[in-house]
């Protein structure tokens, strides 16, 4: 079937799918891996990559030569701004015409409502993303070069700079950033870079244009004060919850658990790195990083998850209906009914996917309940944190997790409306009510 022939949605999942089977074929490549590496985990590291999430079956560092990894690099590169706005840019550079085909697939891949003015963002994108990454770059080059030299320095800088901002949470060493637990320099170039990409793009554009609150969108209104609110509430938590765990935080300086706390906080709404030992945290922490994990960040965003837009969206309708009032209103502004729809249809295809996975992998894993529901929404919602039961993984889990991070990335809807049929609305019915509740 050629391309013209599939709807917009279908297009974007076969070429996501397009582009992690060739990157599949490239790291079976000898070339690609130090001692060899299975077709599955091959495929299972490229979707990973693709999907910016993180999971890793084999360790990025040491399984793979410098070739393999930069064939992950790009992976996430591709993953995380998009592939329609590589083609985008490229149908510009070759003097093709953008035509209305090209904008809605554009607008499909960078979840936009309308497809006015989604070339220009793709440009836009583009530019932004690799201005942020070469400053960061430049920042944590001055800290790793004097540690490591130049050639391993400069690496180390981009490697981390292009996984952090595509919140893609792959490291080069086995640990993650644990070696760098107390160092305010590091985690603070990773996570504002994780922070800036998991906002959503039409949000950092708008606060860039807007310099006056209230002349701000809804959207970036709501993740500006949305994202503050809950990244502090998540510090908090994690905080007090892990203050007097000797595996985590209680053997740090004060200044250490504030640094420790604060990463392992905004991390699980997608970045997926980690300077603290997952699997050592409390099981309080670990159900709320669980939570952090499925509400993800922004929309048009390189994170995953529901998104923290469609969680308000749900709490405030549910407020609204407990206040007795129809009309949904934030910041002076009405929520139309659609948006709410789209926002639960949203929440329960994700919950639906997330229980097919952990029923899958209960089935087929020998590990803790709690371990098995912390993988599953890590995948769902691309974030890569992983209790370590990514390496054991049966081949059955392995291809269960590979299906549950490229719905994460795409989005149930994306694939409900690839597939299912549309239907005509114009037949109305007559109205009758059933008893909930």
Known sequence: MKLSA???????????ISIILIGTLLLCLPISSTEGISVIDALFTATSAMTVTGLVVVDTGTAFTLFGQMIILILIQLGGIGIMTFAVLIYIAVGKKIGIKQRLLLKQALNQSAIGGVVSLAKKLFLFSLLVELIAVFFL???????MGWGQGIYASIFHAVSAFNNAGFSIWSDSLSGYVDDPFVNIIISVLFII?????????DLWKSKEFNHLSLQTKVMVVGTLAINVFSFLMIFFLEFNNPQTLANLSNFGKIQAAYFQAVTPRTAGFNTLDIG??????????????????GSASTAGGVKLTTVLTILLATLFFFKGKEHIVIFNRSITMHIVLKALSLTIGSACVVIITIFILELTED???????????????????SMGLTGSLTLVGKITIILTMLIGKLG??????AFAKQTSDLV??????????
């Open 197 to 205: 990409g998991g906002i959503g793009f039409t949000v950092v554009f």
């Open 6 to 16: 599939l709807n917009p949605p279908q297009v974007v999942i076969s070429l996501f």
């Open 412 to 417: 149930p809807l994306t694939f409900a409306f």
């Open 141 to 147: 080059a001055s800290k790793w070069i004097p540690e």
């Open 280 to 297: 050592q945290m409390e099981e309080s922490s670990l159900f709320f990083i669980i939570t952090l994990m499925f509400i993800g960040g």
């Open 428 to 437: 109305k019915y007559p109205k009758e009510d059933i008893l909930t509740g």
């Open 367 to 385: 590990a803790p309940f709690l371990t098995i529901v912390f993988e599953s929404i890590s995948a769902f919602g691309t974030v890569g944190l």
